[in-house]
């Protein structure tokens, strides 16, 4: 299980390690974000998931699609090259 810090909020230590896992390649363009497969890894609430996904969102590293989910962007989508 992963080891939350006490000093910092679960959903942004969330948001961190996907926002790692996308930019160091281990999560490709167009991979799907599964909520519920975050929800048991991290065993967190899935609103603080959401909360998470709603960040990286906001950060254009994933977009979400209404009723299919959300997606990890290319980088050009991000504004990288």
Request: hydrophobic letters at 35%.
């Amino acid at each position: 299980m992963f080891e939350f810090s006490p000093t910092r909020s679960k959903w942004e230590q969330i948001a961190e390690t996907v926002t790692e896992r996308i930019t160091t390649g281990e999560l490709h363009p167009d991979d799907k974000l599964s909520e519920v497969e975050l929800t048991e890894e991290f065993g967190v609430d899935r609103k603080t998931v959401r909360k998470a996904v709603a960040a990286l969102r906001d950060a254009r590293l994933v977009i979400t699609r209404t009723g299919m989910g959300s997606f990890v962007t290319h980088p050009s989508e991000r504004g990288e090259q």
